[in-house]
T-cell receptor, first 112, second 113 residues
Framework: KQEVTQIPAALSVPEGENLVLNCSFTDSAIYNLQWFRQDPGKGLTSLLLIQSSQREQTSGRLNASLDKSSGRSTLYIAASQPGDSATYLCAVGYSGNTPLVFGKGTRLSVIA | DAGVIQSPRHEVTEMGQEVTLRCKPISGHNSLFWYRQTMMRGLELLIYFNNNVPIDDSGMPEDRFSAKMPNASFSTLKIQPSEPRDSAVYFC???????????FGPGTRLTVL
């Protein structure tokens, strides 16, 4: 069974700090990997999608990297802001148009 | 586009009652996914459809759960009879094609008393 693990489960940082969220997966034969953001009581918003052939993707202050061989992905958030406070979920796809396997998320709090 | 639409947003019902959750995927998307989120288990797939055909329902907990997709623009998830352990947030997601981003609806928060 594919497993996706996110560490830490919760993180609190002061505003302005750069931070890294970690995601690991047991089966390296992935098709793609997505990072999502979830605000309390809300749905999921896709942040970045990395295909298996890619090493990283960037969007604004966010950068996601993928190392298939080691079964790891990181989400880097630069110059964090209180508005970044949310739960960040990593999800792995194992073939074309198939369901995602989710980690349990990292709950981020950015303190002003 | 309005995004993935789910209804109702909140549902409170009593044990034993039938519950029907609804989803309208993004127009043109050919895959639809139903997920369930709980504190204990996180997000888990229940069932998904490609081109309106159910592909994998191995995540459906029991025979009490059923899902249909009668056309490309509508899907339902039904629980009959409902039980307190079914209380969770149910998400619907859709995607355009292979390897594409999945777009999630706002979810339906179900409480079974």
């Amino acid at each position: 069974k594919q497993e996706v693990t996110q560490i830490p489960a919760a993180l609190s940082v002061p505003e302005g700090e750069n931070l890294v969220l970690n995601c690991s997966f047991t089966d390296s034969a992935i098709y793609n990997l997505q990072w999502f953001r979830q605000d309390p009581g809300k749905g999921l918003t896709s942040l970045l999608l990395i295909q298996s052939s890619q090493r990283e993707q960037t969007s604004g202050r966010l950068n996601a990297s993928l190392d298939k061989s080691s079964g790891r992905s990181t989400l880097y958030i630069a110059a964090s802001q209180p508005g970044d406070s949310a739960t960040y979920l990593c999800a792995v796809g194992y073939s074309g148009n198939t369901p995602l396997v989710f980690g349990k998320g990292t709950r981020l709090s950015v303190i002003a | 586009d309005a995004g993935v639409i789910q209804s109702p947003r909140h549902e409170v019902t009593e044990m034993g009652q039938e519950v029907t959750l609804r989803c309208k995927p993004i127009s043109g998307h050919n895959s639809l996914f139903w997920y369930r989120q709980t504190m204990m288990r996180g997000l888990e797939l229940l069932i998904y459809f490609n081109n309106n055909v159910p592909i994998d329902d191995s995540g459906m907990p029991e025979d009490r759960f059923s899902a249909k997709m009668p056309n490309a623009s509508f899907s339902t998830l039904k629980i009959q009879p409902s039980e307190p352990r079914d209380s969770a947030v149910y998400f619907c997601a859709s995607s355009l094609g292979e390897g594409d981003t999945q777009y999630f609806g706002p979810g339906t928060r179900l409480t079974v008393l």
